[in-house]
Protein backbone atom coordinates (compact mmCIF):
# COMPACT_ATOMS: atom_id res chain seq x y z
CA UNK A 1 0.00 0.00 0.00
CA UNK A 2 1.25 3.64 -0.95
CA UNK A 3 1.52 5.31 2.16
CA UNK A 4 0.52 8.88 1.97
CA UNK A 5 2.62 12.12 3.83
CA UNK A 6 0.19 15.30 3.97
CA UNK A 7 1.05 19.00 6.09
CA UNK A 8 -0.95 18.41 8.95
CA UNK A 9 -2.14 22.07 9.05
CA UNK A 10 -2.55 25.28 6.69
CA UNK A 11 -4.16 28.55 7.00
CA UNK A 12 -5.27 30.30 4.80
CA UNK A 13 -7.35 34.06 3.79
CA UNK A 14 -10.36 34.17 2.04
CA UNK A 15 -10.30 34.41 -2.03
CA UNK A 16 -6.21 32.72 -2.40
CA UNK A 17 -5.63 29.76 -3.60
CA UNK A 18 -4.75 27.31 -2.00
CA UNK A 19 -2.66 24.23 -2.91
CA UNK A 20 -2.12 21.47 -0.47
CA UNK A 21 0.81 18.39 -1.24
CA UNK A 22 0.41 15.11 -0.82
CA UNK A 23 3.21 12.65 -0.95
CA UNK A 24 3.16 8.98 -1.64
CA UNK A 25 6.44 7.73 -2.81
CA UNK A 26 5.78 4.04 -3.07
CA UNK A 27 2.53 4.39 -5.54
CA UNK A 28 1.84 1.38 -7.56
CA UNK A 29 1.23 1.60 -11.48
CA UNK A 30 -2.30 0.46 -11.17
CA UNK A 31 -3.04 3.23 -8.40
CA UNK A 32 -4.83 6.34 -8.85
CA UNK A 33 -5.07 9.36 -6.09
CA UNK A 34 -7.92 10.45 -4.85
CA UNK A 35 -8.67 13.59 -2.49
CA UNK A 36 -11.32 13.99 -0.05
CA UNK A 37 -12.87 16.60 2.17
CA UNK A 38 -14.27 16.03 5.57
CA UNK A 39 -16.61 18.72 7.14
CA UNK A 40 -17.24 18.53 11.03
CA UNK A 41 -19.28 15.70 12.01
CA UNK A 42 -19.94 14.67 8.59
CA UNK A 43 -18.71 11.93 6.58
CA UNK A 44 -15.73 12.72 3.82
CA UNK A 45 -16.97 13.14 0.49
CA UNK A 46 -14.92 12.89 -3.01
CA UNK A 47 -13.82 16.01 -4.36
CA UNK A 48 -11.36 15.11 -7.34
CA UNK A 49 -9.18 11.81 -8.56
CA UNK A 50 -6.96 11.49 -11.28
CA UNK A 51 -3.82 9.25 -12.45
CA UNK A 52 -0.85 11.76 -14.09
CA UNK A 53 -0.49 15.40 -15.76
CA UNK A 54 -3.70 17.72 -14.14
CA UNK A 55 -7.58 16.87 -13.62
CA UNK A 56 -9.75 20.10 -13.25
CA UNK A 57 -13.47 19.99 -12.14
CA UNK A 58 -15.82 22.81 -10.82
CA UNK A 59 -14.13 22.24 -7.22
CA UNK A 60 -10.60 22.11 -7.65
CA UNK A 61 -7.70 21.03 -9.60
CA UNK A 62 -5.31 18.17 -9.10
CA UNK A 63 -1.92 18.30 -10.73
CA UNK A 64 0.33 14.83 -10.83
CA UNK A 65 4.19 14.90 -11.84
CA UNK A 66 5.84 12.29 -14.16
CA UNK A 67 6.99 10.28 -11.76
CA UNK A 68 3.80 10.33 -9.56
CA UNK A 69 5.68 10.14 -5.81
CA UNK A 70 3.37 13.31 -5.05
CA UNK A 71 0.21 14.91 -6.06
CA UNK A 72 -0.90 18.72 -5.53
CA UNK A 73 -4.31 19.59 -4.64
CA UNK A 74 -5.51 22.89 -5.78
CA UNK A 75 -8.30 25.27 -4.14
CA UNK A 76 -8.64 28.27 -6.48
CA UNK A 77 -9.93 30.99 -4.26
CA UNK A 78 -11.01 29.74 -1.24
CA UNK A 79 -13.78 31.01 0.95
CA UNK A 80 -14.74 30.43 4.50
CA UNK A 81 -16.86 27.15 3.86
CA UNK A 82 -13.80 25.58 2.25
CA UNK A 83 -12.69 25.38 5.85
CA UNK A 84 -12.03 21.26 6.17
CA UNK A 85 -9.95 18.18 6.54
CA UNK A 86 -8.28 17.32 3.15
CA UNK A 87 -7.06 13.60 3.00
CA UNK A 88 -5.22 12.43 -0.06
CA UNK A 89 -5.80 8.45 -0.80
CA UNK A 90 -3.81 6.34 -3.02
CA UNK A 91 -6.13 3.74 -4.77
CA UNK A 92 -5.38 -0.24 -4.39
CA UNK A 93 -2.64 -1.75 -6.52
CA UNK A 94 -5.28 -4.82 -6.78
CA UNK A 95 -8.84 -5.59 -5.69
CA UNK A 96 -9.14 -6.73 -2.23
CA UNK A 97 -7.12 -3.90 -1.25
CA UNK A 98 -7.86 -1.76 2.14
CA UNK A 99 -8.17 1.52 1.37
CA UNK A 100 -6.22 3.59 4.38
CA UNK A 101 -6.19 7.56 5.05
CA UNK A 102 -3.65 9.18 6.39
CA UNK A 103 -3.89 12.13 8.58
CA UNK A 104 -5.16 14.60 6.58
CA UNK A 105 -4.89 18.46 6.69
CA UNK A 106 -6.68 20.88 8.29
CA UNK A 107 -7.00 23.78 6.16
CA UNK A 108 -8.44 26.87 8.09
CA UNK A 109 -9.76 30.10 5.86
CA UNK A 110 -9.71 33.28 7.60
CA UNK A 111 -11.69 36.50 6.57
CA UNK B 1 -30.98 6.99 -4.10
CA UNK B 2 -30.14 7.54 -0.64
CA UNK B 3 -27.15 6.65 -0.58
CA UNK B 4 -25.08 4.72 2.44
CA UNK B 5 -27.58 5.13 5.29
CA UNK B 6 -26.14 4.13 9.35
CA UNK B 7 -28.46 3.82 11.78
CA UNK B 8 -28.51 4.98 14.53
CA UNK B 9 -27.08 8.36 14.18
CA UNK B 10 -26.00 8.53 18.74
CA UNK B 11 -25.82 5.84 21.17
CA UNK B 12 -24.44 5.68 24.60
CA UNK B 13 -23.53 2.36 25.77
CA UNK B 14 -22.53 1.31 29.40
CA UNK B 15 -18.93 -0.65 29.80
CA UNK B 16 -19.48 -4.20 28.95
CA UNK B 17 -22.54 -3.92 26.75
CA UNK B 18 -23.15 -4.68 23.16
CA UNK B 19 -24.66 -3.58 20.24
CA UNK B 20 -24.74 -3.49 16.16
CA UNK B 21 -24.34 -0.71 14.27
CA UNK B 22 -25.81 -0.90 11.06
CA UNK B 23 -25.45 0.05 7.44
CA UNK B 24 -27.01 -0.07 3.95
CA UNK B 25 -26.34 1.34 0.80
CA UNK B 26 -28.56 0.98 -2.51
CA UNK B 27 -26.25 1.58 -5.11
CA UNK B 28 -25.16 -2.00 -5.82
CA UNK B 29 -21.69 -1.64 -4.56
CA UNK B 30 -19.32 -4.29 -4.32
CA UNK B 31 -16.98 -2.61 -1.78
CA UNK B 32 -17.84 -1.40 1.96
CA UNK B 33 -15.85 -0.13 4.45
CA UNK B 34 -15.61 0.56 8.31
CA UNK B 35 -14.02 3.24 9.73
CA UNK B 36 -13.76 5.08 13.15
CA UNK B 37 -12.70 8.63 13.75
CA UNK B 38 -11.55 9.36 17.46
CA UNK B 39 -11.78 13.42 18.20
CA UNK B 40 -9.43 15.55 16.43
CA UNK B 41 -7.91 12.40 14.20
CA UNK B 42 -8.00 11.32 11.02
CA UNK B 43 -9.87 7.99 9.99
CA UNK B 44 -8.94 4.42 11.03
CA UNK B 45 -9.98 1.31 8.96
CA UNK B 46 -11.82 -1.34 11.18
CA UNK B 47 -12.99 -3.62 8.20
CA UNK B 48 -14.06 -4.08 4.67
CA UNK B 49 -15.65 -6.30 2.45
CA UNK B 50 -15.12 -7.10 -0.75
CA UNK B 51 -18.30 -8.54 -1.53
CA UNK B 52 -21.41 -10.75 -0.14
CA UNK B 53 -19.51 -13.51 2.34
CA UNK B 54 -16.36 -11.86 2.08
CA UNK B 55 -15.08 -9.45 4.77
CA UNK B 56 -11.31 -8.62 6.38
CA UNK B 57 -9.68 -6.87 8.86
CA UNK B 58 -8.34 -3.45 8.57
CA UNK B 59 -6.01 -1.47 10.94
CA UNK B 60 -7.77 -1.85 13.93
CA UNK B 61 -10.40 -4.84 13.98
CA UNK B 62 -9.77 -5.54 17.56
CA UNK B 63 -13.25 -6.07 19.94
CA UNK B 64 -15.72 -5.69 16.39
CA UNK B 65 -16.85 -7.92 14.55
CA UNK B 66 -19.05 -7.65 10.45
CA UNK B 67 -20.56 -9.72 8.46
CA UNK B 68 -22.05 -9.29 5.09
CA UNK B 69 -24.62 -11.68 4.01
CA UNK B 70 -25.89 -9.61 1.48
CA UNK B 71 -24.61 -6.96 -1.12
CA UNK B 72 -26.70 -4.00 0.92
CA UNK B 73 -26.34 -4.69 4.42
CA UNK B 74 -22.51 -4.53 6.37
CA UNK B 75 -23.58 -4.25 10.19
CA UNK B 76 -20.70 -3.65 12.59
CA UNK B 77 -20.83 -5.76 15.96
CA UNK B 78 -19.32 -4.31 19.39
CA UNK B 79 -20.04 -7.37 21.80
CA UNK B 80 -18.01 -6.13 24.85
CA UNK B 81 -18.29 -1.90 24.58
CA UNK B 82 -15.18 -0.25 26.60
CA UNK B 83 -14.07 3.09 27.16
CA UNK B 84 -11.96 3.06 24.03
CA UNK B 85 -14.57 2.36 21.63
CA UNK B 86 -16.08 5.93 21.93
CA UNK B 87 -15.94 7.45 18.56
CA UNK B 88 -17.61 8.33 15.57
CA UNK B 89 -17.98 5.71 13.12
CA UNK B 90 -18.73 5.77 9.45
CA UNK B 91 -19.39 3.22 6.89
CA UNK B 92 -18.29 3.69 3.29
CA UNK B 93 -19.14 1.79 0.18
CA UNK B 94 -17.74 2.29 -3.90
CA UNK B 95 -18.15 0.11 -6.52
CA UNK B 96 -14.65 -1.44 -6.53
CA UNK B 97 -12.00 -0.68 -3.95
CA UNK B 98 -11.95 2.81 -4.85
CA UNK B 99 -9.07 5.13 -6.95
CA UNK B 100 -8.53 2.08 -9.20
CA UNK B 101 -10.77 2.84 -11.96
CA UNK B 102 -11.85 6.08 -13.76
CA UNK B 103 -13.93 8.22 -10.99
CA UNK B 104 -14.06 5.41 -8.99
CA UNK B 105 -15.20 6.73 -5.54
CA UNK B 106 -15.96 6.22 -1.91
CA UNK B 107 -19.35 7.16 -0.53
CA UNK B 108 -19.59 7.73 3.29
CA UNK B 109 -22.81 7.36 5.82
CA UNK B 110 -23.70 10.61 7.77
CA UNK B 111 -21.75 8.59 10.58
CA UNK B 112 -23.24 7.07 14.42
CA UNK B 113 -21.72 9.09 17.47
CA UNK B 114 -20.65 5.99 20.31
CA UNK B 115 -20.09 7.17 23.79
CA UNK B 116 -18.55 3.97 26.39
CA UNK B 117 -19.51 5.20 29.69
Known amino acids: LAKTTQPISMDSYEGQEVNITCSHNNIATNDYITWYQQFPSQGPRFIIQGYKTKVTNEVASLFIPADRKSSTLSLPRVSLSDTAVYYCLVGPNQAGTALIFGKGTTLSVSS | NAGVTQTPKFRILKIGQSMTLQCTQDMNHNYMYWYRQDPGMGLKLIYY???????DKGEVPNGYNVSRSTTEDFPLRLELAAPSQTSVYFC????????????????FGSGTQLSVL
Open chain 2, 92 to 107: ASSYSGGGSATNEKLF
Open chain 2, 49 to 55: SVGAGIT
